[in-house]
Every structure is written in C-alpha cells, then in structure tokens.
C-alpha cells in the first residue's frame, strides 16, 4: 500500500514512511492512495472473532509490503495485551436504541490507547538499530498519556509531549507528568490546544529542523494511529448485525481523527447509516457541516476540554476527498484557511459530506443532562465527552440509520468533578491507577513560542 500527501507535493511513501514520517513534507497528511474494499461476505466473516483477529484483517491490506503478517499478529497482540477487559471494546446497551462503545479500557484510560498502543511498537519495529527518533506531539488531554505510556523507556525514541497549562484535567496531567522516564519530557504551553499544535506544526514545516532532529508524531495527523482506530468501527458494527444492516456511530470529537476513521470504515465497504459529529461549544466542525463555515474562533474552556479545539486537523483529510483527490487545489484552499483564519465549503461539497455526516453543537447543560440520564435511567456513569456525544445521538436519533453507538471515549474517573456534578456519584480510579496522586511530577513551562520549544528540544535531546 502506498500514502500521499493531501497537498500532492510530497513523496509518496509506504506504510513504514507514513508511521515515520507523520506529517507529510508539504504540510499535508498522508492518506492511502486507494481505500481497501471489504465485501459482505468478509464483513460476514469477522463475526465471533477476538478484537486482535478483527485488527489483523482490516489493517493487513494498509500495511502490504512494511510488515509480514506474523509481525503485525505480533505487534497487535503485544499492544492489547494490557487492557483492562477481555472484549478489549466492549459493548453496552442502554436502551432499545441506543448502545455505548467503550474505549477506556487501556492502560491511561481513553481511546487513545487503542492506537497508540500499538503505534508504539511499530516505531520500535521501524527503527534501525542506532538510529534514533523525536517524537513531539500536543495533547488536549489523553493523547499525550497514552502516548508517552507508549514510549516510555523505548531505546532510540525522545518524546516532548506539549499540554495547554491548567487545560487539563489533573488526572490527565498526572497521567503525563508523573512518568519520570529519562526519554519522557512534558511541557505546559500557556495557551490553548490551538497553540500547542500550531507549535508542533511550524516545527514539522521547518525542514532543517525536522531532519536534525528526526521528528516524528504521535497526534492523529500520524496515518497509523488512525489505522489502528478503523478497526473497533467494524468489531462494533459486526456485532450489531453488520454487513445485514446499517450501523450509525455518535462521536465526541474535536480534531475529527476519530469521526474519520469511521468515513474510513465506510470507504471499505462498512454499512454505517450515518457519522454524527458531535461538538461542545468549540463547533467549528458543527459549522463547517451544517453550513459550510470552517472559521476559527476562540477557544472556549468547557468540561471537556479534550474537545476545545478550534483548527481540526483530520479535517483535512475529508477535504482532500471533497476536493476529489486534487492535492493542489488543497494546497491553495489550506493556504488561504491558514493566512485568514476562515474556509467556506461550497454548497456541493458540504452537501456530499453531509450524505453521510451530521453534527451537533452540545453545550455543557445539555451535556449534564445526558450524563445524568445515563446514570439515573441506565445506572452508567460516563464522562463529559461521551456525555456530548450521548446527547447529541439522543437530540438526532430520528435522523439516523439503525442502531446508534456512541462512542465512549474516557473513563469518568478522568473528570470526577463533572460526573459528580451531573450524577451525585463520584468515580473512582482503577486500582490500578491509584498510584498518580502519591507519584512525583515533573514538567516544564513554556511560552507558546517556536524558538523556546526548539531550545527546550535541543536541551532535552543533550541530556
């Protein structure tokens, strides 16, 4: 399988290049040059297999020519092997219609796990011996932990991880600050999420600087990671009576890598009735779908700051396919979008991306009453961002296609204080995560400026 470039000027490379490289050399994101297609006899064909037997069939044709298929059986087993359910994405029904899809199962607790994981091992398994690698990734919350759980300790790997200062939960910065692996660097940006990864984006667009320190991301722009987020997409819908009826997902997102890769499942061949992209008060995402208006605003903190977001960076890769695969006209539309801050989608692109998207803006008292619905009606404690993705399933549901699974994308405990507002019951942390509030911290603080992380990169790399 070969990648290109949403910008059409970078190389094409294949799946070993893509999971090194992350973002591609001309500013775009690397996407397969063709989508792999599953007919209903091999969708039929996944029914009663384990999520790592699920894994194997639909990454197998992404990773043709970088990884045999003993390694890649390997790398899968070794990444779920520490999850805390056996189902690895377990399902939950909550009433006649609706079912959760709960991807907190990992070692950090949210879905981020279920790729990075695994990205972690194919670094380990890309890289040659001696050569060395710099990961450097922002984080809204949970990428950065599962992330760091992923590479902590890996010879030849050095991630700088670039949190927005007080953003965050503290169980999600515990989750990051307290790893204190000699490899493992964390850094406060003052500002929003925004800011740290533009930050990470002007390191990848400066050449010189990429090449001497090898960059690599961990972020969603990374194709592999979405890969690995394609395949619970199919474990669930099979489960649900795919390929014999149309499945339809709810998904909480901010940077739309998750909601892609539920296009991408489409694009194989998955029957998904309808994508329903679910917002909190930062809608770009809500704007740009249901009227075509992808202009940055400000970011608003809210209590599910995994979502304040306001530039959504997979976006791009439903663009490219809008723009129908014309790299360079992308090219100019991104340049434009990123010199003014403002995109409009024309009326028959926003109206074939509306055939299979919806969007909800959910803001935080909607968001309280569905957690509070879910726990009084259903006896499920969930957290503020599965709570707006609920909500928005519940607000849409007569406009979508089959059963409806919202995807559960953290564990409460992450955000107590929310779920114990909405619900009267404060979560508590697995036993075996106790440990972050008795666990030293350590990071750095920094401006959201360029020229100080580079620094701080270099220093790190020294030591």
């Known amino acids: 399988m070969q990648y290109l470039s949403t910008r059409g000027a ?13 973002l591609a050399a ?19 064909g ?11 069939r639909v990454m197998q044709p992404f990773v043709a020519g970088s990884l045999a298929d003993d390694e890649l059986k390997a790398m899968i087993a070794a990444a779920y092997g520490d999850f805390g359910h056996p189902a690895i994405t377990p399902l939950v029904q909550l009433d006649e219609r609706h079912w959760l899809l709960e991807l907190f199962h990992g070692p950090t607790l949210a879905f981020k796990d279920v790729a990075l994981q695994l990205l972690g091992n194919l670094f380990g398994h890309f890289l040659d011996a001696g050569e060395r690698l710099t990961i450097v990734g922002a984080t809204s919350g949970d990428t950065g932990s599962a992330a760091i759980k992923a590479v902590a300790g890996r010879p030849g790997i050095t991630i700088f991880m670039l949190h927005p200062a007080g953003r965050v939960s503290e169980v999600q910065r515990r ?40 960059l690599s991301a961990v972020n969603s722009i990374n194709w592999a990671r979405l890969l690995a987020q394609i395949v619970y997409y199919f474990y669930a819908a099979v489960r649900l ?49 249901n009227a075509g208006d992808y202009s940055v605003g400000t970011v608003t903190p809210t209590s599910t700051p995994s979502m304040d977001i306001q530039v959504s960076s997979n976006f791009e890769r439903l663009l490219f396919d809008l723009h129908d695969r014309d790299g360079a006209a992308l090219a100019q539309t991104m340049r434009a979008f990123e010199a003014s801050g403002t995109m409009v989608l024309s009326e028959p692109r926003r109206a074939r ?54 995807l559960a994308t953290a564990h409460p405990a992450k955000f107590p204080d929310a779920v114990e507002r909405a619900s009267g019951m404060r979560p508590q942390l697995p036993r075996r995560v106790q440990h972050l509030f008795d666990r030293e911290e350590r990071y750095d603080r920094l401006a959201a400026d360029a020229g100080m992380l580079k620094g701080a990169i270099r220093a790190g790399i020294r030591c």
């Not at 001309?26 to 039929?44: K, S």
């Not at 009084?376 to 849409?396: K, Y």
Request: glycine share 8%; aromatic share 8%.
């Open 46 to 56: 996944m029914a009663g297999l384990s999520y790592a037997e699920t894994a194997f």
């Open 10 to 22: 970078a190389p094409i490379l294949d799946f070993k290049g893509v999971t090194l490289a992350g």
């Open 26 to 44: 001309d500013g775009g994101l690397y996407v397969p040059e063709r989508w792999p297609h599953f007919d209903a006899a091999a969708i039929e």
């Open 175 to 214: 989750q990051m600050t307290t790893v204190l692996a000699g490899n493992v660097h964390n850094i406060a940006v003052d500002g929003s999420f925004d800011d740290c990864q533009a930050l990470v984006k002007q390191l990848f667009n400066d050449a010189a600087f990429r090449a001497e320190m090898t």
């Open 353 to 406: 991306a509306s055939a299979i998207f919806l969007a909800e803006k959910v803001d935080e008292a909607r968001m309280m009453q569905a957690l509070a619905w879910a726990h009084a009606e259903c006896n499920e404690l969930i957290d503020p961002h599965t709570a707006v993705g609920l909500a928005a399933a519940r607000a849409r549901a007569a406009e979508m296609v089959g059963p409806i699974v919202t």
């Open 241 to 289: 009576g795919a390929p014999h009826r149309k499945i339809s997902f709810s998904v909480p997102t901010g940077n739309f890598g998750d909601v892609f890769a539920g296009y991408a499942a489409a694009r194989m061949g998955l029957p998904v009735g309808r994508l329903l992209v679910a917002t909190n008060a930062n809608d770009i995402l809500a704007r740009a779908i």
